[in-house]
């Protein structure tokens, strides 16, 4: 568990939507589920530094109806395709309001990311009456280190 100094450390990683994937209703607010099906990628977190997760956490813009959603957060190492670990599961029922939070601590410092590590934000379970709008976010913990310490990290000449 990490200190009281740890905790002032906390630090959002910036989420890339995927573009390649054809979701025509997804914008700066976030994904509208009812133009999602299961397995769409909504996008990614690209790690920057060496790092511990805190907690995957889903915003609720708009409420969901329908069906319950679950949205999977997955480690992928640089030049694979597969997960490496699991960072979160988030389920999100049924009428779940807007403004509301969800969020997930299964990998609280148990999964530590490397620089160039993705978190892959994946529907992975959307009804096809599923509606609402959710943003994926994820929250973690910068492990404080030299470059010289880290084996990804190479000085240019």
Partial sequence: MPSA????HLTALPFQQNDITAI?????HGFDLDAMSDGDIMGA??????C?????ILHVVEVIAG???VIQFAKQTLGTETDAATVGAITVPLTTAAGKCM?????????????????IVTATTVASTTTGIVQPG?????NLEIEAN??????TA
């Fill in 45 to 50: 977190f690209f790690v920057p530094f060496k």
């Fill in 67 to 69: 069906a319950e959603a």
């Fill in 24 to 28: 025509p209703e997804k914008g700066y």
């Fill in 138 to 142: 994820l929250i973690v913990v910068p």
């Fill in 52 to 56: 511990d997760v805190w907690q995957s």
């Fill in 5 to 8: 100094m740890d905790m002032n």
């Fill in 103 to 119: 969020y997930d601590n299964v990998a609280r410092m148990s999964v530590s990311l490397d620089q160039g590590d993705w978190v």
């Fill in 150 to 155: 880290i084996s990804d990290m190479v000085e």
